[in-house]
Nanobody
């Protein structure tokens, strides 16, 4: 069983920055591909970023590429999402997710690949 707890959300002005963190339980965290997704009001959940088990491979949606950065610290069982140059359209609940069923493989952008999800953290960007 894996538990994921996000933190770091909040209210920020457009152009500002936030750093989200996702703390995971479980001794095999370092084998999981991890990802961030987000869901805005009235919209479907969408992929934001993913990172391989080692942190050596990352992937981003076109909407955040160049502004967001995903990283992980396996010693701390934590994955991060650094968000810079935030825009009002980045407003959403942000979720982290873990793919425990395919250890050592990159999870990618398909939400169905991820079997564990956090409860989400709200990010609001004001204009």
């Amino acid at each position: 069983q894996v538990q994921l707890v996000e933190s770091g959300g909040g209210l920020v002005q457009a152009g500002g920055s936030l750093r989200l963190a996702c703390a995971a339980s479980g001794r095999t965290f370092s084998t999981y591909s991890m990802a961030w997704f987000r869901q805005a009001p009235g919209k479907e959940r969408e992929f934001v970023a993913t990172i391989s088990w080692s942190g050596g491979i990352t992937g981003y949606s076109n909407s955040v590429k160049g502004r967001f950065s995903i990283s992980r610290d396996n010693a701390k069982n934590t994955v991060y999402l650094q968000m810079n140059s935030l825009k009002p359209e980045d407003t959403a609940v942000y979720y982290c997710a873990a793919d425990s069923r395919n250890p050592g493989r990159l999870g990618g952008s398909d939400s169905s690949r991820y079997d564990y999800w956090g409860q989400g953290t709200q990010v609001t960007v004001s204009s």
